[in-house]
């Protein structure tokens, strides 16, 4: 039976847990693999809006955009992609 690896173990999972959880894992399709990986960057990226939205109720869709932009890819790729921030847009 393969052990995972101390360093890739989940600290709060059972070595039998782990161990069912990789063996899942190696059995999946690439595409499952891949769906899995889309579902979860969605939800990150709801979650993000979702605070986005509570932080800043007053900004307008191109600003909370603007804003997720920031966050998951960096001022300059947003700043290349929406211009330069305006004085209201600096929060």
Partial sequence: MHRPLPNRRISDTSDDAAEAQYRVMRAMSPSRKVALVEDANR????????GIQLRCPDASDEERSRLLIELLLGEELAERAFGPKGPARGR
């Fill in 43 to 50: 939800t990150a990226r709801r979650l993000a809006l979702a």
